[in-house]
């Protein structure tokens, strides 16, 4: 059964860190490509940031710089370090498989979620 699991998310300061995991069962998380997603209260989902399988990483043009996503194959996880964390970057935090090696946007399988609270 595939099955995506977050965490790591909590509540921080403006200019703080966080570092989101998501853990993957079922399946080889370095098979597909990942994507990274957020949803704030009353807003679309957003993407934030996909790994293809060979390790190729894209990220939105609002986390650039400030956002890394990194994968490691062995625990069959993958982490989103997030420094310089801003109110605006306040939502419930997604993985999700791509249902194919690249970053195609045909997502598969969702975990449940995690939030993430920026505020002083």
């Known amino acids: 059964q595939v099955q995506l699991v977050e965490s790591g998310g909590g509540l921080v300061e403006p200019g703080g860190s966080l570092r989101l995991s998501c853990a993957a069962s079922?399946?080889?998380?370095?098979?597909?490509?990942i994507g990274w997603f957020r949803q704030a209260p009353g807003k679309e989902r957003e993407g934030v940031s996909c790994?293809?399988?060979?390790?190729?990483?894209y990220y939105g043009d609002s986390v650039k710089g400030r956002f890394t996503f990194s994968r490691d194959n062995a625990k069959n996880a993958v982490y989103l370090q997030m420094n310089n964390l801003k109110p605006e970057d306040t939502a419930v935090y997604y993985c999700a498989t791509d249902r194919f090696k690249y970053c195609s946007g045909s997502w598969g399988s969702w975990g449940q979620g995690t939030q993430v609270t920026v505020s002083s």
């Open positions: 790994m293809s399988s060979d390790g190729r990483t």
């Open positions: 079922g399946f080889a998380l370095d098979y597909y490509a």
